[in-house]
């Protein structure tokens, strides 16, 4: 566990934050439930606005929270898969109060 994690431990609102606050990490959560099972270009097509760069960090950060898994197959051309793991599925529920808190916000501003 790293310093961040270890220093947040205390507090799972923190923690949980942690693992998916970064800017796109919600962004690809979301567009992965939506679609299972995605390779990186799809991925990419459905995160409106992130760039190369953030989603393979994103993707980098969310494999090594274990929120997504990455499979890799030895063909040629080369195919890389993105999926939820049991983990990233236990979140959804949580995002979709989230999402119906934002509409109720949404509609009172």
Do not use: F
Request: net charge positive; proline share 5%.
């Amino acid at each position: 566990m790293s310093n961040k994690h270890t220093a947040q431990a205390g507090c799972p609102v923190l923690y949980a934050l942690s693992l998916i606050g970064g800017k796109w990490h919600l962004p690809v959560i979301w567009a992965l439930s939506r679609h299972k099972l995605l390779r990186y270009n799809e991925l990419k097509r459905n995160v409106c606005g992130i760039t190369n760069m953030m989603l393979s960090q994103s993707l980098k950060d969310l494999e090594n929270n274990g929120l997504i898994k990455r499979v890799q197959y030895n063909e040629i051309p080369p195919r890389v898969e993105y999926s939820l793991t049991e983990a990233g599925l236990s979140l959804l529920p949580a995002l979709d109060e989230l999402a119906k808190w934002g509409v109720k916000q949404m509609v009172r501003i």
